[in-house]
Structure formats: structure tokens, C-alpha cells
């Protein structure tokens, strides 16, 4: 390796760790922050480095373990529910779709198309969702409307179609039908894209909050973006309308409650699972990404 060729594996190894560091920075500034005080962040600012380490607001945040506890398993399962059911499903309809000899594959096609460009609203999902299916105030309010994604199902046909005909045919030569084909052949060959989709409604169902705000009545059921959101509101409304109707003393109280120091503290509470769950489905991402957007 000559001298050249050594310096430009440097200035681009370089220019990579100094990329990478820009997307570390954040994520540290929100650890930083949530861990400071709240009356240094108002005076000082955002740091990277506390000037006063406090733990008021995670100490807000868990005043109600058990809360919390409800809050990460209603998360943690229509999550995982959604997710693997979701996937499950929307590859089914897709292999059914990308097959040239399903004769009504080009109509339901279409039919699943209309779907992303028109819908029925708020208010028709809210009625067949509580009036007919009895959804509301359930935990399956959270997955059974969000198992289909009309953009999903044609991102895995198209993945599909780009599959080799004659891995199918030799198996169905050997006997194998269409369910035993879609699972031992197709699904793990199919693993970049499964995982592409499956990352992408792990974090839509994770993040919803939405859902529980609409349909859900029993504090059990919430979700855990729901409950932070919830009681980041009730401070503040606190902090809003009773600070003129309170003594001197418990004024002051009331405003070292922490709220800006509370928003980074619900982010990290909130995000650390899936920080942990991303580097599994990394190495399958970008394949999932563009190879399901080869063949139109």
C-alpha cells in the first residue's frame, strides 16, 4: 500500500468518525440534559456536560412505578404483537399478489392502491372500531386496525416479483405446496425486506400515542408514549394555573418542578428499548431498502 493510498484510507476513515460523531452529539445532549437541573438549564442552556447533575425528573417519572411497569408491557406487546402478526400477514398478501397465475392479482392490486390515495377518516374509524368491532378501551385496539399498510404489501410484491420462478417451481416439482413454499422458501429469502418492514412498524407502534389518546379509558391500558405525554401535560397545566393562586413559598415549589429537563428524560425512558433493538436489523436495512424497489 503505497503512501497516497494510506492517506486517503485516513482522511476517509476520518471524515466517517466525524460523521458518526455528529449523530452521537445528540443523543448525548439529550442524555446530558435530562440529568441536569432545571433551573441551570433555564439559566444556562442545553450542555453536553451538566453543570448540576439531578435526578428530579426521572424521580417524577417513576413516582408511579407500577404506571410505568402497565405502561412498557401494553408497549412492549401490541408492539411485538403488531409487528410479527402485521409482517406475517402483509407478506402472505403480497406472495398471493406477486404469483402470475393468481388471476385477480392485477384487481386487488388496484383495490389495495385506491386504499392509500383515499380513506374514510377519524370519525368512520372511530365508529366501526367501537360501534361494530367493540375495539374501544381494549388492548386489541392497538393491533388489529394496524396489521395491513397498503404501502407495505406493495413494497413486499415487488420484492417478491424480483425472486427467481424457478426456486418456486422446483419445489412445487417436489411436491410442495403454496403455504410450504411461502414459508420455507420464500420467507427466508425474504429476510431483508421482512426485517426492513418489520422495523418500520416496530417504531410506528412503539411511538403511537394516538391510539390510546382516542379509544382508551382504563389508566391500565395506556401506552407508554401516552403516559409520558400525559403527565408532561399535567405538569405543565399545573405550572399554568395555579401559580397565581398559591403563597410565595409554594410558588417557588412549583416552578423548580421540572418540565424543560423532563422532555429529554421522557425521550431517553422512551427510546432506549429500540436503541437496543436497531443494530439487529441493521445489516438487513439497506438491502430491504432498494432491493424492494428494484421492479416496478
Known amino acids: 500500500m503505497g503512501k497516497l493510498e494510506r492517506f486517503q484510507n485516513i482522511v476517509i476513515h476520518l471524515f466517517f468518525i466525524t460523521f458518526s460523531l455528529m449523530f452521537l452529539v445528540p443523543l448525548w445532549l439529550v442524555v446530558s440534559v435530562s440529568i441536569s437541573n432545571e433551573d441551570a438549564v433555564q439559566r444556562l442552556g442545553y450542555q453536553l456536560l451538566p453543570s448540576k447533575i439531578d435526578f428530579s425528573s426521572y424521580n417524577m417519572i417513576l413516582k408511579n412505578p407500577q404506571q410505568l411497569i402497565d405502561a412498557y408491557t ?21 406472495y398471493a399478489l406477486s404469483r402470475k397465475y393468481f388471476a385477480l392479482r392485477r384487481v386487488f392490486v388496484l383495490f389495495i392502491f385506491f386504499t392509500m390515495l383515499f380513506g374514510g377518516g377519524l370519525i368512520p374509524s372511530y365508529i366501526l372500531n367501537t360501534q361494530y368491532l367493540h375495539l374501544g378501551n381494549s388492548l386489541w385496539i392497538y393491533i388489529f386496525p394496524f396489521l395491513a399498510s397498503a404501502f407495505y404489501i406493495i413494497i413486499m410484491r415487488t420484492f417478491f416479483m424480483g425472486l427467481p420462478d424457478a426456486v418456486v417451481e422446483s419445489a412445487k416439482i417436489d411436491g410442495a405446496g403454496e403455504f410450504r413454499v411461502f414459508v420455507q422458501i420464500i420467507l427466508p429469502l425474504s429476510k431483508p425486506v421482512l426485517a426492513t418492514i418489520g422495523l418500520f412498524m416496530l417504531l410506528d407502534r ?76 441493521q445489516k438487513y436495512f439497506s438491502r430491504g431498502l432498494t432491493l424492494g424497489a428494484v421492479k416496478g
Open 74 to 94: 401494553v408497549t412492549f406487546f401490541q408492539s411485538i404483537a403488531a409487528t410479527v402478526l402485521g409482517v406475517f400477514i402483509m407478506a402472505a398478501c403480497s
Open 206 to 281: 412503539w411511538n403511537d400515542w394516538f391510539t390510546a389518546m382516542i379509544y382508551i379509558r382504563d389508566q391500565k391500558l395506556f401506552t407508554l408514549q401516552y403516559l409520558l405525554q400525559k403527565i408532561l401535560m399535567e405538569i405543565e397545566f399545573l405550572k399554568a394555573t395555579m401559580t397565581m393562586h398559591i403563597p410565595g413559598d409554594m410558588h417557588a415549589n412549583l416552578q423548580q418542578m421540572p418540565s424543560e429537563t423532563l422532555r429529554f428524560a421522557m425521550a431517553v425512558i422512551a427510546a432506549g428499548p429500540l436503541l437496543l433493538v436497531f443494530p439487529f436489523f
